[in-house]
């Protein structure tokens, strides 16, 4: 099996202040100085990106962004673009969180022009999926997550995609403390590798991350490594306070 870097990703969402955010980033920064074949991202609020980017430098933590306007500048009031985010010091940016669909209103399409920002800005995109707790109910979970595969990456070649992280978050599992079970998430992780393969070719489906969200805590991280198509997770409230966080970055 192809060997895939895996991606241990915290999403703080609309928490912390410019100073709470240095100070959990230098904590992180020492808790996890000797990991090594692992990929870590943390994604604060845009606020902090630039003094938090300050304290990562060096270190083999990444800077990650929690959204991206699809345009480079302009008269859009309250948006920040691909190119202010490297300049910030962003290596990632996550698209399409279930929150920002939900709450934001962002559609299948907006999620396809920021992935095109955010490739053609040379950020990683972490493109979010997830079905709601009725669709799951109705079993609908993979037509669901067809759709937003397929219309997110619409007009995508394999080779713009290269980089591309997908991360799967049954949405009635993100704050919830309920957690797919890690054969389900495998199952579903399966499935979005097959449809990549089939749009996208052998090669992107192989190297591809396909990381799964949803209550992931120390307790349940290891059993979710575990499962052949997981590479990687997306981390928000556990993610908060630095110790635990390491602790899912360092599970074995
Ligand atoms: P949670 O959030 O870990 O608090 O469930 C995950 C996410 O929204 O990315």
Not at 28 to 43: C, F, G, K, N, Y
Not at 118 to 141: F, H
Not at 199 to 204: A, P, T
Request: hydrophobic share 40%.
């Amino acid at each position: 099996m192809e060997k895939r870097t895996p991606l241990i990703a915290g999403n703080w969402k609309m928490h912390k202040t410019c100073a709470e955010a240095v100070d959990a980033a230098k904590t992180l920064v020492h808790l996890v100085s000797a990991v090594t074949e692992r990929d870590i991202m943390i994604a604060p609020v845009f606020t902090a990106l630039y003094p938090v980017s300050a304290i990562l430098d060096g270190t083999q933590i990444h800077l990650g962004a929690q959204n991206i306007h699809w345009e480079d500048e302009g008269a859009f009031t309250g948006e920040v673009s691909g190119k202010m985010l490297i300049s910030a010091g962003c290596r990632y940016v996550i698209i399409g969180h279930s929150e920002r669909r939900q709450f934001f209103h962002e559609s299948d399409q907006w999620v396809n022009l920021k992935i095109r920002a955010a490739v053609k800005s040379n950020l990683i995109p972490v493109m979010c999926i997830g079905e709601t707790e009725t669709e799951y109910e109705q079993k609908n979970t993979l037509s669901v997550l067809d759709k937003q595969i397929k219309k997110g990456l619409e007009g995508s070649f394999s080779d713009s995609l290269a980089n591309l992280v997908i991360a799967y978050e049954p949405v009635w599992a993100i704050g919830t403390g309920k957690t797919a079970k890690s054969a389900q998430a495998q199952e579903v992780h399966h499935y979005i590798r097959s449809l990549i393969e089939k749009l996208f070719g052998n090669v992107l489906a192989k190297s591809i991350r396909i990381i799964y969200g949803g209550s992931v805590k120390p307790e349940n991280i290891s059993e979710l490594m575990n499962q052949p198509d997981i590479d990687g997770v997306l981390v928000g409230g556990a993610s908060l306070i630095p110790e635990t966080f390491s602790r899912i970055v360092l599970y074995q």
